[in-house]
């Protein structure tokens, strides 16, 4: 389970193969700012124990993979957005998605189960998108479409997830960003402040790199809307939304089952904009059932 920088997509990716060997790949894709830390051992252990073949990375910008540079203007890249045309930022989603590919490519895999959280929901759609013969099911988990008629963000959510700390110092930013997932975690299942503390310095100890997000932020506003384009995919597809989510509120996930011809949308009561331990069985039950019967599909086409 060592992680390695593998060239991939032209950059640096930061990744962990946990096997086995022989398992059915599947790769998990981080949201915002979040490393390939922020992943529940729970998780990652159940989907092993059915047979599959864990594999997690960074995405560009954070984490111990490549970082870039610029800084974009999010106003300018939204308005740019509205008035059609192309945004200036330092990268897309469809460049991170292609880094995703990317992994496998560096792994020797040709077809792979995919699943992400939150911008890596997004990310996932645009491997289902311009890399369809890749995948062999997606999982779009608490994510959205970039349809800008869906509700937004709670005010109080996304002033969490923007705050800065009060000083770059390891116990402020860790503190500080305990605080902010306090908001928008999954009401029925709060984590410890013991738990809590030692999930949020595991990913500052992997590596703090605020600046990354600021281009992934304007990647994800510069997408814009992919319900047209989810239209044509054809890829297996499950969606996984919590009815409590103030980040992404649940009606991005109806979208998204929505516009994929044939997906599938799983609602699950009391869950925030997390994944909390108590659910892993859960989440292991939905994505492995999805996954298999994909690969039943597969074999018999």
Sequence with gaps: MTQKLVKANGI???????????GTPIL?????????????????????????????????????????????????????VREGRKPDMPYTLADMAADGIGVLDALGIKRAHVMGISMGGMIVQRMAIHHPERLLSVTSIMSSTGNPDLPKASDEAMKALQAMPPSEEREDVIRHRMKGRRVYQSPAYPKSEEDLYTFVAREYDHMYYPEGGIRQYAAIMGDGSRVAELGKVRVPFLVVHGHADPLVPHAGGEDTAKSVPGAKLVSIDGMGHDLPVELCPQYVDLIATHARAAEQKAAAE
């Design 12 to 22: 640096s990716i930061n990744c962990e193969d946990r096997g086995p060997a022989d």
């Design 28 to 80: 998990f894709v981080n949201g915002y700012t979040s490393t390939m830390m922020s992943w529940p051992d729970e998780l990652m252990d159940g989907l092993r124990d059915k047979g599959f073949r864990v594999i997690r990375y960074d995405n560009r910008d954070v984490g111990k993979s490549e970082k870039f540079s610029g800084l974009p203007k999010i106003a300018d890249v939204v308005a740019a």
